[in-house]
């Protein structure tokens, strides 16, 4: 009788943990976002790059010149939970992208601009 009452207790801590773990509520391991910024125009550009947690944290900020057909990559690790954002800046451009931590583990997103045209592109490489 207590067998039976040890087991399903322990079968209910399994259920438990496996379902935070599918819904992302487990605090583990740091998510990550690879960035690439691409300059696709005539002209060099100057990219400000900030990361940052929904809750005002900032994983990471850069300044580069990116010559005429040059990319740069920005990786950051960032929380294992929350919204995150990636806010990329120029005199007269912007670029962002968001995800979630919690459901996305690797975030791999590209800003290009073109003579003052900026695209954005992201998907999570590496769902939790």
């Not at 009788?1 to 773990?21: D, I, N, Q, W």
């Not at 580069?64 to 960032?78: C, K, L």
């Not at 954002?85 to 962002?96: I, K, L, P």
Request: glycine share 14%.
């Amino acid at each position: 009788m207590k067998r039976r009452g040890v087991l399903a207790a322990a079968s209910a801590t399994a259920s438990v943990g496996t379902v935070a773990g599918c819904l992302g509520l487990d605090d583990g391991d740091p998510g990550r976002i690879d960035l690439t910024v691409r300059n696709d125009g005539d002209e060099p550009i100057d990219a400000d790059v900030v990361v940052r947690g929904d809750d005002g944290t900032t994983y990471a900020e850069e300044t580069d010149q990116i010559e005429p057909g040059v990319a740069r990559s920005v990786e950051a690790t960032v929380g294992a939970t929350g919204r995150h954002e990636v806010v990329v800046t120029g005199d007269d451009w912007e670029g962002r992208l968001a995800w979630d931590a919690a459901v996305c583990g690797l975030f791999d997103g590209t800003v290009t601009v073109d003579a003052g045209n900026v695209s954005v592109a992201g998907e999570c490489v590496d769902p939790r």
